[in-house]
């Protein structure tokens, strides 16, 4: 084989390694913008989620202390 031969081979390798490597590279950043999406999505369902405890705490913190207010004014 001829060194042009064996250089035209090499660099076809190496396109080939090129090739493959921005085909990886591409399917990460979809990867990666899918992750980022997911991400959004659990951060406002966490967010909703803390929300109605929140709610929820509050009602009952609020019924306690009516219920001890009511109590308390009973037993004077």
Do not use: P
């Not at 959004?40 to 803390?50: P, S």
């Not at 913190?61 to 009511?70: A, E, G, I, Q, W």
């Amino acid at each position: 084989m001829s060194l042009f031969s064996q250089l035209v081979a090499g660099l076809a390798t190496i396109f080939r390694i090129l090739v493959a490597l921005q085909k990886n590279y591409s399917l990460a950043e979809r990867i990666n913008a899918a992750l980022d999406e997911l991400e959004k999505a659990t951060l406002k369902e966490m967010d909703e989620v803390q929300a109605s405890w929140n709610a929820c705490l509050k009602f009952d913190v609020d019924k306690c202390s009516r219920l001890h207010t009511v109590r308390t004014w009973s037993i004077h």
